[in-house]
């Protein structure tokens, strides 16, 4: 009978195998959404025991997870194995990416532009001057 790792870092090795089509998955998600379907065998050998099965959502900015990720092991582990990558740690600093893995075991990864404070400023002034404007055209 195989012995399977009790640790928490189940998945470091698989994702870490993955880790150059995640970047590619993450550049590329600047377009659109991307996705990669994995092979379901890879993820069910690791961990056959998996109550709460291998699906997740992974949203992730600033080298840390927004959402709660403290259920899923598999979404822990990714975001480890990111923050290995200077390349993925660089993205997760310029926008929020979310991964979304399926039961089929398809990842799409999605990449959410953040508002920052010189986007805000300009379309409120854009907004200032259309309202102006308007007052202008009523008057």
Known sequence: MPSYPTNNNLYVLLWNKY??????????????????????HEFRDLNPKERGGHSFTLEAHKRRAVNNIKMSVVAQDLLEILLKSNTAATLLEEAMYEFKMDKEFKLTVTRHELE???????ESSEVETETKEAEKESA
């Open 19 to 40: 880790k150059p089509v995640l970047v590619k998955l993450m550049r590329d998600a600047a377009e659109a959404p991307q996705t990669y379907q994995f092979i379901s």
């Open 116 to 122: 920052t404070a010189e986007d805000s400023s300009e």
